[in-house]
């Protein structure tokens, strides 16, 4: 079977768009605070217009009360309001923190696939250990399949987000967190890193083209039959402070490479540099010992 052509499905990172279980569960989480937010917010913006106008100078009918000090029912109203609002928004948030457990497992059709994720400076790494195959800043995965992420960084550390699918989760050198996700449909999307590493953050970004399932084991074959290999050489060609554009596959020499990165076995990337003059001689300064 040919491989699927993928077109963008609205805008690439708008999370009011789910494509996924995950994604429209935080949407509902979102949309769910803001209305509780909304149900104080408004009354204020609505008591200070009122107030403004019944207490203008031109009212006679305003009463002025210079000597008036207390009230138990404003007092009430103004303390059991935010109160309110906090536990509700406390509950939101703490029941859409269980059920929404990045590594809780995610049900889906067909099998489930592994992927390995390395963030590097400053690109992605994705790792399929099971297909022995590799991909720099793009992600391919069947629709509807449980995807299954392991994550760590080969640098400093920072974070993986796909907004259309969801869960937000930190990558950190030297450990592995856990994320599973599901695409329902099929399309390109679009992933970003969102924790700051570096003069090349802005462009730290990657594509996710959700395939048929039928289509996946077609693009599996076509990227084994690329020339490149990922050993370790390679791969610490790759932790070297670059922007890739080319999105460049791989077949998996190692099939524990991760492994080897997670462990720190492959020692880490070199990291953000100072490269100013001036920034390199407050740091030299400033280090006393």
């Given at each position: ?141 069947p629709v509807g399949a449980p995807l299954r992420f392991e994550l760590t ?102 099939p524990t490479l991760f492994q080897a990165i997670a462990t720190q076995r ?24």
């Amino acid at each position: 079977m040919p491989l699927v052509a993928v077109q963008f499905s609205g805008s690439a990172m708008n999370i009011f768009d789910p494509q996924g279980p995950i994604a429209a569960a935080d949407a509902t989480i979102l949309i769910d605070s803001v209305a509780i937010m909304l149900a104080i917010v408004l009354p204020t913006i609505v008591a200070i217009l009122a107030f403004a106008f019944w207490f203008r100078e031109s009212n006679p009918r305003a009463m002025y009360r210079p000597d008036w000090a207390y009230s138990g029912r404003i007092e009430l109203v103004v303390w059991s309001i935010p109160a309110l609002t906090v536990i509700l928004l406390g509950g939101v948030a703490w029941i859409g923190s269980h059920q929404l457990d990045p590594a809780a497992e995610v049900q889906g059709t067909g099998s489930p696939v592994r992927i390995q994720v390395v963030s590097l400076d400053w690109k992605w790494l994705f790792i399929y250990p099971d297909q022995r195959i590799a991909t720099v800043n793009a992600l391919t995965v069947p629709v509807g399949a449980p995807l299954r992420f392991e994550l760590t960084s080969g640098s400093v550390m920072n974070v993986f987000f796909i907004p259309q699918l969801g869960s937000m989760i930190y990558t950190m050198n030297g450990m592995v967190t856990r994320l599973q996700l599901r695409a329902d449909n099929e399309g390109s999307y679009q992933g970003l890193s969102a924790h700051f590493s570096g003069d090349g953050f802005p462009e730290m970004m990657f594509d996710v083209h959700v395939i048929p399932q039928l289509a996946f084991p077609d693009w599996v074959a076509k990227t084994a039959r690329t020339d490149q290999v990922l050993n370790e050489d390679n791969y610490k060609k790759l932790t070297q402070q670059t922007i890739e554009r080319n999105k460049p596959t791989y077949r998996l020499s190692d099939p524990t490479l991760f492994q080897a990165i997670a462990t720190q076995r492959i020692p880490p990337g070199p990291g953000p540099q100072i490269t100013s003059e001036a920034a390199q001689s407050h740091v030299r300064g400033s280090d006393v010992r």
